[in-house]
Each structure stands twice: as structure tokens, then as C-alpha cells.
């Protein structure tokens, strides 16, 4: 697939927010943490406050996985195209300053 060098950098650095946004999850493991009380209210009568995970370690990771390799991919071809394509500049751009 052909893209524009600057849609290419601009999907890297979405793909780099994304991958930090799911490292966050995946580091924090808040995705799994299971926190429960229980609280006798009475004789024979006990409240009982549960949280329970809203995703699960696979969700977390799959996701994690496929954005990063979108995301080494597409850095790959930049970094390529850093290095093997060329472009029209003044001459001037590449000389020292003289005084």
C-alpha cells in the first residue's frame, strides 16, 4: 500500500499514544484487580461491596500486541524512507556557517 510520508507520521504518532494508553493497562494491571468487602450490619446480615474487572488480561494484551506491531511497522517504513529517499533542498541548507 502507498501512503504519503506524512499520513504514515501521523498514523506512527497515533499508534504511539495508543500503545502508551494500553501499556498504562497492561503495567497497572488494573484490568483484572478484584477488591471485595464484607461488612456485618446486623446478626445474620452482612453487606458485601464487590468491584469486578470491567476487561480481562487477554483483551488487554491482544489489543497491546497488534497496535505495537502496527506501530514497528509503520516505523520501519519511515525509518526506510529516512535513509533511501531524496528531496529537493537549497544547496545552502548544508554548508557550514562562515563569518
Do not use: C, H
Amino acid at each position: 500500500m502507498d501512503i504519503k510520508l506524512a499520513e504514515a507520521l501521523l498514523r506512527r504518532k497515533e499508534l504511539q499514544q495508543k500503545v502508551e494508553l494500553l501499556k498504562k493497562f497492561r503495567d497497572n494491571q488494573i484490568y483484572y484487580e478484584i477488591r471485595g468487602q464484607r461488612a456485618k450490619v446486623t446478626e445474620g446480615l452482612e453487606e458485601i461491596n464487590a468491584n469486578y474487572p470491567k476487561l480481562e488480561l487477554n483483551q488487554v494484551t491482544k489489543e497491546y500486541d497488534f497496535a505495537a506491531r502496527q506501530l514497528r511497522l509503520i516505523d520501519a517504513a519511515i525509518q526506510n524512507a529516512n535513509w533511501t529517499v531524496n528531496i529537493q533542498a537549497d544547496a545552502m541548507v548544508m554548508e557550514d556557517f562562515k563569518s
